[in-house]
């Protein structure tokens, strides 16, 4: 029985080796046998690939075009005849009507369109909405792309044509060498609508951007977009990625593409290539994929010899393991049960099978291993986390990165490296953490997951709640940077519904070094505060701007100061606006432009609270914790522009509810102090109000002057005194708040019409 536990086993076990192999020889010829549906598998998709970005092409450019040629000619508002109608007495009104739903046409699908021209061949006419009128239009020799689809409807008969591809200078006045360029198709169709290009009254043409039908290629045949492009019935090129070869005769491997007219689609081969293919029923054109051969039979015969080698060498080496197992298996494990059983305890020991005894031991090996693995795993975020945080925050040396580096799972390493910054606007803010750390997490996923073939990407949350990606490459890729951009961009708002903004830092060819990057993405990052409608910031100029020292002009904060007390709620507006226009547009500090926006805050506070005011909710308002909760300095500058316009609104209405009885306030005071100083100045600030609004309330509500009614009010009380004859001149003088008798006497005769001293004996008289 103890033979069939030892070498016996082992004989077993090489057979059994030997079966696995043929087995696994068996398998490779099913998988030789099904290989050969591989080629039409790749050609099926293709040709499904084809046929999808065929029908986006012809749904979205193609018969929208004809569509805006229908709306044109059946429009009912403006005569598309009116320039062909030999009795048009030259009305500008209809004219820029017409022009109107030329322009009118172009905005509705300036997706794809970039003019639409109207030309009138008896009176050589074109009206274009880009050009506006010009007569004799076939003699623009100069820029003859205007004029091209003119010659074709002329000599043409048919209704309709569309043009080759050609390139056009943005600005029709400028030189194709020396400006910028587009490349257009023209749509040219005769009206009425079945009469042929040479017997139309008015040809209605509409410029198609090349661009529209490129960029649908690129977006539904992304990986194929090189090899992919549009011919017409002559072979030449309509729309590619190559723009220098628009209009020229289209060629592959084997020359020049010219598969029978009235195909609707199939595949051509050549030697190194296939071209799939497809006509587009509109216009006639075939849109091709080539594609190298290679990728149909090459690579699946390289599979099938390699596997069939393999299997070979593999039934090979069964034949003479089987015998080499059988006598070196004996004594390895003979001498590996001999320390296992030191090893164990001795119920586990006593087994007799070496095998099982071997496998025991790995059982609760394994059971070890796995629970150190489940700590590790349980802990690996954690662990990733903080070495990410260690190499932002520069506290790693070269050594102790190289013991961390494999957590950050990176399988080589790379010549550059980047960090980008990513925020959502404080919408992350108001999270809690469990919140904050799911939605973190599911966008870092998303991040992962977006597998770079040529780099890598790890994504992190900070303590900030902000998102650090971590990016490695092996070259410097302004590129790959945009494209990880636009792609957090569009899964925030597409997954998250969050906009978020991205700040870029610098390739660094090290590691350790990457610190810097995430340094000058966090620089940049400060200035999301004041571009909230930029989506990536990697402008090198706000590097710049950190560095800069300049300051603010006094007289832009003084212009808020002077609005907010004189309560103009427009002007103060304006001097918010104004303030945030020039730290947009400005070269000043991110950290000192939040300073200047605070102190204005405190300003506005401190003025708050130097009226006394008092919101009208319970509880006066946080400024300050307001301030720090805005996103954005368009959000600020909202924020205080409504905050103080309902503040000087609620104080004019205090200061109209309050006006009486400030003035009675005032007459007591005036009562009671007629001996002190009875200033305008002085007593406006007794009764917290600007001597300037006292003056008219006072005006208002008593009828006279504030001087008047203090003058009259001491006259009244130094004419009793003298009826009483108790004080003499200069005591009166005193007592009613005047500091020379000579003056008091001046004013009382102004009043009274004559001296104190005068009325005094008058009023001894008649006593």
Known sequence: ???????????????????????????????????????????????IALENTAQTIESSVLRRAQQIYLDISLNKTADVRLLADPSFKGDHAEVLDLQE?????????????????????????????????KFYADRER?????????????????SSLWTQARLVPEDIYSNLKGGKSQALITYAHGYPFRSSGADSEVIVAVDVKESAISGIIRNRMPSRYEGTFIVDSSGNAISGSDKGKLGQRAEAGAGALEPGAGDAGGTVEWSSQVATYLTLPSTGWKLYSIM??????????????????????????????????????????????????????????????????????????????ASLEETLEANSSVIRHNVILGLLRNSYSQEELAEDLDFLGLDREYGRYCCLLLDSRGAFAGLNSRSLQYAAYRMIGQLEAAALPDGFIRAEALPDKRVVVLMGADRESGE??????????????????????????????????????????????????????????????????????????????????????????????????QLATVMREGAYAADYCRYILANTVFVYSDYMKSVRYKHPDPGNPDLYGEFAGLP??????????????????HMESRNSER???????????IQDHLSEDLSLDAVAGQVFLSPKYLSKLFKEEVGVTYTEYVTGQRMERAKALIEANKLTVEQIASTVGYGTAAYFIKKFKEIHGCTPGNYRRSIARHA
């Open 1 to 47: 029985m103890r033979k069939w536990n030892t070498v016996f086993a082992n004989l077993i076990l090489s057979y059994l080796f030997i079966v696995l192999v043929i087995v696994l020889l068996l398998c490779s010829s099913f998988y030789m046998y099904f290989t050969g549906k591989y080629k039409e598998e790749l050609r099926d998709r293709s040709r």
């Open 659 to 669: 006006a009486v009885s400030s003035v009675e306030a005032v007459k007591r005071y």
């Open 292 to 369: 190298p051969s290679s990728a149909f039979y090459q690579k699946s015969i390289f599979i099938q010899k390699l596997i069939l080698g393999l299997c070979l060498f593999a039934l090979l080496i069964g034949i003479v393991m089987s015998g080499v197992l059988a006598r070196a298996n004996t004594g390895p494990i003979k001498r590996l049960t001999a320390k296992i059983k030191g090893l164990l305890d001795p119920a586990s020991a006593s087994v007799a099978n070496e095998y099982r005894l071997i496998d025991t031991a790995f059982v609760k090996l394994n059971a070890k291993v």
């Open 480 to 577: 790959l940077r945009e494209r990880i951009s636009r792609f957090v961009v569009a899964e925030g708002r597409e997954r998250f519904q969050l906009d978020f903004q991205i700040s870029w830092g610098c390739w660094v060819e090290e590691l350790i070094d990457v610190h810097r990057s995430f340094d000058e993405a966090r620089i940049r990052m400060k200035y999301a505060y004041f571009f909230p409608e930029t989506s990536i910031l990697n402008d090198p100029e706000l590097l710049d701007r950190e560095q800069s020292t300049e300051e603010i002009p006094q007289a832009i904060l003084a212009t808020f100061r002077d609005k907010l007390h004189a309560r103009q709620a427009d002007g103060l507006a304006d001097a918010v606006e």
């Open 101 to 133: 739903l030329l322009r009118s046409a172009v905005i509705r699908n300036s997706d794809f369109v970039q003019a639409v021209h109207l030309y009138y061949p008896k009176p050589n006419i074109m009206l274009s909405s880009a050009y506006g009128l």
């Open 632 to 649: 954005h300095i368009l959000a600020y500058q909202d924020w205080l522009t409504n905050s103080a316009a309902e503040f000087i609104a």
């Open 142 to 158: 100069e820029t003859p792309f205007l004029t091209d689809w003119i010659e074709g409807m002329r000599s043409s008969k048919e």
